[in-house]
Each structure stands twice: as structure tokens, then as C-alpha cells.
């Protein structure tokens, strides 16, 4: 299995002129990348009251968990409704019931990935609807707030 870390991806991205800076502009042209994570943003963008337990952790039995990543899959969908130029593949049509072990993780890595790629656009989109946490020294993250 092919993994990279995000300081690799940092400096990959940087050599290609890309620069680090959670700080947008509505729609500006800079080529920038920044943190996001996806449980704050699922709790504000989902208006839900807490996180969705899909995440495989002792304690959380199989049945929370694929109840949690079949919302999860179709709070995703939905955000298709809001805006048609979201160009969604059948990733989100994968059948949950079943993935178990290294096959859900997987699943887990490819939905936060997907939803993650969208928060990277509202936020471009949305700027004012966002806040920075943090800062770019000792690190940050960047969300949507209500």
C-alpha cells in the first residue's frame, strides 16, 4: 500500500509553487494548500451535535459504525444537491456492510479524502464562513463555523 505524509505532500506541493497559507480570499487565483479535518467540519457543514463515530475504535460496536458511515455517505451525496459542480464518483455508493478491518480503513481514508477535497473548495468558495485555529508555526486548522 502506497502512503505519503503530509510533510512530504507539504514540500511536493511547495516545489510545484504552491504556497502553505490558510488565509483565502473568496475565489483567489493563488495557488495555496492548507489543513482541514474533517470531524469539526462534519459537526458544523451536517448541522449535527456531535461527531459521527465511524472511526473503528475499541469500545464502538461494527453496527455504530456502519450506521455512522452510511450518514456519513449520504450527508456527502447531499452536498452534491448544494452545489452541481461537486463531481462525486461512486465511491459513495460502496456498500459498507461487510468492510471490515483493513478494507474499512481504507474506506474510512477515501471518504474523509473525498469530503476533505470539498472542504478545500467551500472554503475557497466561503471564506468568510471559516476560521483559522491556531497558527502556521506551532500548527492550525482551518474549519467552517456557524
Not at 456527502?76 to 459513495?92: C, R
Not at 459498507?96 to 472542504?119: H, I, M, P, Q, R
Request: hydrophobic share 35%; proline share 3%; with cysteine.
Amino acid at each position: 500500500m502506497w502512503s505519503i505524509r503530509g510533510e512530504e505532500l507539504s514540500h511536493e506541493l511547495e516545489s510545484m509553487n504552491f504556497c502553505q497559507n490558510p488565509h483565502l480570499a473568496q475565489f483567489e487565483e493563488q495557488r495555496k494548500f492548507f489543513e482541514v479535518y474533517p470531524h469539526p467540519a462534519i459537526v458544523v457543514l451536517f448541522d449535527m451535535d456531535r461527531i459521527l463515530q465511524y472511526k473503528q475504535k475499541s469500545g464502538r460496536s461494527y453496527d455504530t459504525i456502519r450506521e455512522a458511515f452510511q450518514t456519513y455517505q449520504s450527508k456527502i451525496k447531499a452536498l452534491k444537491g448544494l452545489n452541481s459542480s461537486l463531481a462525486l464518483n461512486d465511491v459513495l455508493d460502496v456498500e459498507v456492510n461487510g468492510l471490515k478491518g483493513k478494507n474499512l480503513k481504507a474506506y474510512e481514508d477515501t471518504l474523509d479524502a473525498v469530503f476533505c477535497s470539498y472542504l478545500a473548495y467551500y472554503t475557497w468558495a466561503n471564506p468568510q464562513n471559516c476560521h483559522v485555529f491556531g497558527n502556521m508555526e506551532e500548527g492550525y486548522i482551518c474549519t467552517p463555523i456557524q
